[in-house]
């Protein structure tokens, strides 16, 4: 039985069940989110040959491109505090050199070395970022690279922001619920500053920010738009968390997104940090 903290077994619960059928269901738009990996591959590739671990690995695809980067000589681990996302992600990606495990980061260290540790949006749901940020750090050999993908400040990212305006000031989140929370949230680590200092007591050196922006798909029409919303994101949790169907906000939020529909379906702004360590 993977180890897990107390304190990431609401997490892992709502990861393995709620979210991950969302995240099933809107996979064909989630997609896009992978383009962020590539920027964040280009910038810090992998070294051919290098032993890699991809943190919350998710499906898998990101994992599968670090597998491709470092060739055959090279291996890749894609971790994933959910039990269901590992069995999707190793039923749809086979390679030699790669391979999938349950693990909390957070609560166990790696039986094992690496020359580099990726995250694409792995990190911001860490309960104890620097207890993450250390067991990643003994991984790594010395000189060894960790780069991660994190959402800026929600401003900057309107594909989630506009709904969050529309919808928390309407909903009101009971202090007790039966619905799993999944953990700090999207923007824990939009904050330079913060981040910095978390891998720094972790014992990281040289970190780095590189600043990414992209339109990012949510609908391929304005009423999947409004779906996807209501499924996903700080607006879909705080309405989950509520026990509200959404059908009270759905008309406002109609017409917030409106403003993102073009020929070709709906698009919001969208920011990320790539941040690169080295130990």
Not at 124 to 143: C, D, K, Q, T, Y
Not at 149 to 172: F, G, T
């Amino acid at each position: 039985m993977t180890e897990v903290l107390p304190e990431n077994e609401e997490s892992q619960r709502a990861w393995d069940g709620v979210l991950f059928d969302r995240f099933l269901k809107y996979r064909h738009l989630l997609i896009a989110l992978a383009d962020y990996g590539h920027v964040a591959m280009q910038a810090y590739p992998p070294p051919v040959g290098a032993r890699v671990v991809d943190i919350g690995c998710g499906f898998g695809d990101s994992a599968f491109d670090l597998g491709e980067l470092v060739g055959p000589e090279g291996s890749v681990l894609g971790v994933d505090i959910s039990q269901r996302f590992i069995e999707q992600a190793r039923a749809d990606y086979k390679r030699d050199n790669l391979r999938f495990e349950v693990m909390d980061v957070q609560a166990s260290r790696f039986e094992e070395a690496f020359d580099y540790a990726f995250a694409r949006f792995g990190t911001m749901f860490f309960a104890n970022p620097v207890a993450g940020f250390r067991n990643i750090h003994a991984s790594l050999e010395p000189g060894g690279r960790l780069v991660m993908v994190v959402w800026r400040k929600r401003e900057d990212n309107p594909w989630m922001y506009v709904a969050e305006q529309v919808v928390k000031p309407l909903i009101e989140i009971p202090e007790e619920t039966d619905e799993a929370r999944c953990g700090p949230g999207p923007f824990s680590q939009s904050g330079a500053d913060t981040v910095s200092t978390q891998l720094q007591i972790a014992g990281f050196r040289d970190v780095t920010f590189l600043r990414s922006d992209l339109q990012i798909k949510i609908g391929n029409d304005l009423e999947e738009a409004v779906e996807f919303n209501l499924a996903l994101g700080p607006a879909a949790e705080a309405v989950r968390l509520a026990g509200d169907d959404g059908s009270t906000v759905a008309p406002l939020l109609r017409g917030a997104l409106r403003q993102f529909v073009t020929e070709d379906g709906v698009y919001g702004g969208s920011s990320v940090w790539v941040v690169s360590a080295r130990a």
